[in-house]
């Protein structure tokens, strides 16, 4: 069923390809100069192509020529015209947003003479650089480097760490693949999001794209820091932009697999190293006088029986070398050349493995791709792509996370199934040669479901069970699984003999009855962009926009955390909500080129409304208690909202300049104000419902979102042939940047027993500034190389509590009769605030941004022989964490130990027949098998003192995950073998 409905989408992919009129991305590159002859004569009417495609372009009276919307890569670029010998220039390099220079000077000849091919020199410096981007580029692209995926080679460029771009979170930057915004748009590397008692992780932070693309696939990366130009998507961090691969006149294509050596290892002390300690606690309790205690002592048995009959290697894990047992491995296939005579294909599908490096853990994808482009006629050009990234709810596995909560009963932890969807349409139509149009429609969505398995329907999730995930419908359900003596727990918050003594409550470790989860969340996007570009002239391009999307949130969960007092027949809580919010863009911008200086200014404005409802009167009733189940009597407690939410809109003007200092350097300014809207998790969260009876968050569906200001001066400058470096001074100040929370306790006799809650909402401010250093060596002699090192400096505002004149209040209690004005809370802008360290540490999630000192070195040498050699360097001093122990002033903060790793791969390379070439490759990551510490186990105070004073992260439990499962060090020392062919 699920692969008909794969079926249905390539097959909706290639009706966009040849039939609608959607989308194209941003501006893609634009080739521009002068063709004269040897004494430097203008030469009118000279005719320029780019040779393999239909782009050209003709010269004016002054012999100046552009070609517009050519797509980024290596090409030759010939000039010619009647009396004078052609001339073509190789290795011309074209990159997104940018103008390569190319001119031509022509011999003379009285007769028709044969082409002249010279390889072109590229500019010392690129003078059309008017903000800070990195640029990433087919070679480094095409598994050539000991990575991953694209996020590993994001983590190069200076501008970011880990995700993170220049003291903004993750969300606040924006993946762009062809101009489609792919970025998820719930959790979108927020955090992490767990589900209380059942410790089930529906993100640990790593859920950035709806879709990850394969970088075989990818033609150029483009990492977006500065100014970015008016179209691109509301960012307040920074864009990454991709460029996907097309299909050429010719068949190429690559084949890929890589395999770890055996399992993956992880840093820190083995999972099981308190075996010993379990074993103790089992049989004390199994010699005690107390009846029930010692019938508790068959919880303990379960586990034990598990590792004695795996030879003491329980769930796929090895105690002893702290290692998976199971290898991981990733195949990846892509395949590219003509279809018909205008047209071409490029086909990517990428499988991987991984049984991860703690027990239990697999996930499992399937990634298919495909791009189809044609010439309609010499002014039109249609594409149409398409990508899919399975999960398991098409194919029909499960993937399992690793819990330190479950640890001893795996059985407990909850399984997933996910699903990413990415397409678009696109034509671009040339109404001249100065002006052309695009028009775009795309569809983008993720589908995320958890839950539990009982195939055999005898009421206990067992081992090997991954069917249809359980939901509680009736009162038999309740019955068979939400009873004192079933599998799950009706009240897991408050049940006790099933955790362990040594490690108790929720940060320890439980032996059975987990709290019942399921969870289907669904966010898509339809978005509709249409813009109009125009050369006006030879010093200015103008580019005119508008764009439209209207999202879809749904999410229906049932979960349990402490037992309800509104419905015990059914105990449990149900949200489910299905809402549409919108936003709209308009923008403008003109880019001025001119010989001694390029300007690129433009203005973006931006709108968005959650389309839902808010509070309408805290002074009445917050709750009610609502039957969800048309008859059948599933009660839940849902929040009363009967208020609309208002349209916000952002005015983001933003200019870039640029301006030669000599023929080896340029330097560049920047201002512009940025918009990113909020994550949907941040709003939406239980949207209509209330998690739990006590103290239950509730996320403001009105918080503003972060908005920024940035600065930035830079220079280039190519000191040496093939050596350039960048210098780059930036300061960037946020706003809305902190989430503060508001204790609110509503009238008595709230419906269903609701007691106080928790408002989330935004507040506070950050400014980011740092130096950024790169220093590139590019490709010549057979190597080449880039090293950068940044300085960046994050602080935020931090309440203090204290006032001359008035207290920050965030605590509100109403009482009967009382109406309560909500401009109140509008307080939290005017609290008194002092700037501090942006902490890390406690949440692993949050010590990407605040790393002082950052240094990357990448490097590619192609030696004799065939073999090459790349590697992937990075160091950065600790994160810093607030001090609770050793000095208690509000101030004073202490920093984590510094990061190093070294990323390497050899490849020995032979020729296969003409065009073919055969690789194998070995590739170590974390060569020096440095433990990097990311975070540290705060299960209690002698937890945080022990790495206070000591340094020592693992916490008195002494284990190498906080209890949701995130790792406190980085990756151990890993080992990769692989195969390729290139044709």
Same mark, same amino acid.
Request: zero cysteines.
């Given at each position: ?6 079926? $249905? ?5 290639? &009706? ?8 194209? @991305?941003?501006?893609?590159? #634009? ?25 050209? %372009? ?82 480094? &692209? ?48 927020? @955090? ?51 460029? !996907? ?134 002014? &039109? ?9 399975? @999960?398991?709810?098409? @194919?029909? /596995?499960?993937?399992? *996370? ?66 249809? $995930? ?37 940060? %320890?470790?439980?032996? %059975? ?15 509709? #962009? ?45 949200? *489910? ?23 690129? +200014?433009?203005?973006? &404005? ?38 609309? !939410?208002? !349209?916000? /809109? ?66 280039? /400058? ?89 207290? *920050? ?137 022990? /790495? ?5 992260? +693992? ?5 190498? !995950? ?22």
């Amino acid at each position: 069923m699920g692969y008909r409905k794969l079926r $249905f989408l390539i097959f909706a992919a290639l &009706l966009l390809a040849i039939g609608t009129t959607p989308a194209f @991305g941003a501006s893609l590159g #634009k080739v521009a100069g002068r063709v004269a002859d040897r004494a430097g004569a203008a030469l009118p009417g000279a005719s320029v192509v780019i040779v393999g495609t239909v782009r050209g %372009g003709v010269t004016d009276a002054q012999g100046r020529y552009f070609i517009l919307n050519v797509q980024p890569g290596m090409y030759e670029v010939r000039a010619s015209i009647i009396g004078y010998k052609p001339v073509a220039l190789s290795g011309i390099v074209v990159q997104t947003d940018l103008t390569t220079e190319v001119n031509f000077s022509l011999e003379q000849t009285p007769v028709e003479a044969q082409e002249v091919t010279v390889t072109a020199e590229r500019p010392a410096v690129d003078k059309s650089l008017t903000a800070t981007r990195a640029i990433i580029g087919a070679q480094e &692209l095409k598994n050539t480097m000991p990575i991953d995926n694209l996020d590993g080679l994001v983590k190069t460029a200076a501008s970011a760490y880990r995700g993170y771009i220049r003291g903004g979170r993750r969300y606040e930057t924006k993946m762009l693949l062809d101009g489609v915004n792919v970025s998820e748009t719930y959790f979108n590397g927020a @955090g992490l999001y767990s589900a209380g008692y059942t410790a089930v992780a529906r993100s640990k932070g790593d859920e950035t794209e709806l879709a990850k693309i394969a970088t075989s696939a990818v033609q150029e990366l483009a990492v977006m820091a500065g100014t970015f130009n008016a179209e691109y998507e509301a960012a307040t961090a920074g864009i990454l932009n991709v460029t !996907t691969r097309e299909g050429g006149r010719k068949l190429t294509g690559q084949v890929f697999y890589r395999r770890s050596a055996g399992g993956l290892k992880h840093a820190g002390p083995s999972v099981y190293n308190d075996y010993d300690r379990f074993l103790a606690e089992k049989a004390s309790i199994e010699a005690s006088a107390n009846v029930a205690q010692r019938a508790a002592a068959a919880n303990y048995v379960v586990f034990e029986d598990i590792y004695k009959r795996t030879n003491g290697k329980p769930y796929n894990y090895d105690p002893a070398k702290r290692k998976s047992t199971k290898p991981t491995e990733t195949l990846d296939l892509s395949i590219g050349g003509p279809l018909g005579k205008k047209g071409g294909f490029f086909y990517t599908g990428k499988y991987s493995r991984s049984f991860g490096r703690f027990p239990n853990e697999f996930t499992q994808t399937v990634t298919n791709s495909l791009k189809l482009h044609a010439m309609a006629s010499d002014k &039109l050009k249609l594409v149409g792509f398409l990508m899919v990234e399975d @999960g398991g709810l098409l @194919g029909g /596995w499960v993937n399992r *996370d690793f819990t330190a909560r479950f640890k001893f009963f795996a059985n407990g932890t909850a399984l997933n199934q996910r699903l990413g969807v990415v397409g678009y349409g696109a034509i671009t139509h040339f109404l001249s040669p100065r002006t052309f149009y695009e028009v775009k429609v795309s569809r983008s969505g993720r589908t995320s479901e958890f839950g539990y398995s009982d195939d055999d329907n005898d009421g206990v999730v067992e081992a090997g069970e991954d069917g249809k $995930f359980l939901q509680i419908r009736t009162t038999n359900d309740v019955a068979k699984y939400m009873t004192p003596r079933s599998f799950f727990s009706p009240d897991p918050g408050n049940e006790l003999p099933y955790d362990t003594k040594y490690a108790p409550g929720g940060q %320890g470790y439980r032996l %059975g009855r987990p709290g019942f989860f399921y969870e289907k969340l669904k966010r898509s996007n339809v978005t509709y #962009k249409a813009d109009l570009t125009s050369q006006v002239d030879y010093h200015h391009q103008i580019k005119i926009g508008a764009q439209f999307r209207r999202h879809t949130v749904s999410d229906f969960r049932q979960e349990n955390s402490v037992k309800p007092k509104f419905d015990l027949a059914y105990p449990f809580f149900q949200i *489910d909500y299905n809402l549409h919010p919108q936003e709209v863009a308009l923008y403008a911008q003109d880019r001025m080129e001119y010989e001694g200086i390029i300007i690129n +200014t433009g203005v973006r &404005l931006d709108s968005f409304n959650p389309k839902a409802k808010a509070y309408g009167d805290y002074s009445g009733n917050l709750s009610e208690v609502v039957d969800l189940s048309n008859g059948k009597k599933v009660l839940s407690q849902m929040s009363v909202r009967t208020k609309d !939410t208002p !349209t916000r /809109w952002y005015w983001s003007p933003r200019v870039g300049i640029s301006h030669p200092v000599s023929a080896k350097a340029a330097m560049h300014y920047s201002w512009g104000k940025f918009y990113s809207p909020p994550v949907f998790a941040q709003i939406f969260e239980s949207y209509g419902s209330f998690p739990n009876d006590s103290l239950p968050p509730l996320p403001d569906v009105n918080r503003r979102s972060p908005t920024a200001t940035q600065y930035e001066i830079g220079i280039q /400058w190519s000191f040496v042939k093939d050596y350039a470096m960048d210098v780059t001074a930036y300061y960037r100040d946020i706003d809305h940047y902190l989430e503060y929370g508001f204790a609110l306790t509503p009238k008595a006799g709230q419906p269903g027993g609701l007691g106080a809650i928790t408002l989330l909402t935004d507040g506070g401010y950050a400014d980011a500034r740092g130096i950024e250093v790169t220093l590139e060596k590019r490709p010549s002699m057979h190597w080449s190389a880039r090293m950068s090192y940044t300085y960046s400096y994050v602080k935020s505002g931090s309440i203090s509590g204290i006032s001359n004149n008035r207290p *920050d209040i965030n605590s509100y209690s109403i009482p009967a009769g009382q109406a309560f004005n909500e401009d109140v809370l509008l307080v939290r802008d005017r609290f008194s605030a002092v700037s501090l360290n942006v902490q890390g540490g406690g949440s692993a999630f949050d010590s990407g941004f605040d790393r002082t000192h950052r240094l990357t070195l990448t490097t590619l040498f192609t030696l004799p022989h065939e073999v090459d050699f790349s590697s992937i360097t990075t160091a950065a001093s600790g994160f810093f964490f607030q001090k609770q122990f050793t000095n208690t002033q509000e101030r004073e903060f202490g920093r984590s130990p510094y990061t190093l790793q070294t990323d390497l791969r050899f490849t020995k390379g032979v020729k296969a027949g003409n065009r073919g070439r055969a690789n194998v490759f070995l590739e170590v990551r974390n060569l020096f098998d440095r433990k990097n510490i990311l975070t540290w186990d705060s299960f209690d105070p002698a937890s945080s003192r022990l /790495w206070e004073e000591k340094k020592d992260p +693992t916490g008195t439990l002494n284990r190498p !995950t906080r209890v949701e499962g995130t790792p406190i060090y980085d990756i151990a020392r890993e080992t990769y073998f692989g195969i390729s062919y290139d044709f």
